[in-house]
């Protein structure tokens, strides 16, 4: 059965936090920045804030993954706790919450850009990689960001594959084809960074 194309981000897979936060930390985002989705990598901007990440390699790092904020609706008129950020629905002096995972330990699932034919093989285990943002879901918040641009050693790509996936043989992502899963941990996060690799 072929792999269906099918992003959902970067989803956490392990990491040596414990419930009730598994290692999300608290930073602000650009109150006037671009829907920020579950998933999605973020980095910072000039003003140490974050934004949602571009795919480009950059030697200052990403800043995690993101997995959620709150902030002070105009519309509804109260804290809103949301999956996603809308990027929109504040004041302009508004301080909006974001929560992301920079853990340099921390490992995530996610599947390989459709564009990488074949897939990623065992081959690319060990190898740096970069991502490709997507367009995000509004309906339920989820990113659509992918791992690509396949190192094999770039010191400032944000990733590291470390292993793919291949259990429950037969489900989605298991086949070692197109789009298929891979577990990466980070590789340059700005609590991680190996710019001097």
Do not use: H
């Amino acid at each position: 059965m072929a792999n269906v194309n099918a992003p959902f981000g970067f989803r956490q897979y392990s990491g040596t936090g414990s419930a009730p936060t598994y290692e999300q930390v608290e930073v602000q985002i650009a109150y006037n920045a671009t829907n920020i989705f579950f998933g999605d990598p973020v980095e910072p901007d000039a003003n140490g804030l974050v934004i949602q990440g571009d795919g480009t390699t950059a030697a200052a790092g990403i800043a995690g993954i993101f997995v959620g904020c709150k902030y002070l609706s105009v519309s509804q008129k109260r804290t809103v706790w949301s999956n996603y950020w809308p990027g929109s629905d504040v004041g302009a002096s508004s301080i909006v919450y974001g929560y992301i995972i920079n853990d340099p330990n921390a490992k995530f699932l996610v599947q390989a850009v459709s564009s990488i034919s074949g897939g990623i093989t065992q081959a690319g285990v060990g190898a740096t990689a970069g991502y490709t943002i997507g367009t995000g879901n509004t309906a339920n918040g989820i990113s659509a960001a992918t791992v690509s641009d396949i190192g094999p050693t770039t010191a400032t790509l944000p990733f590291r594959i470390v292993s793919l996936v291949t259990d429950p043989p037969g489900s989605n992502g298991t086949e070692l084809a197109t789009s298929n899963y891979v577990i990466v941990a980070f590789n340059n996060v700005t609590t991680k960074n190996q710019t001097g690799i």
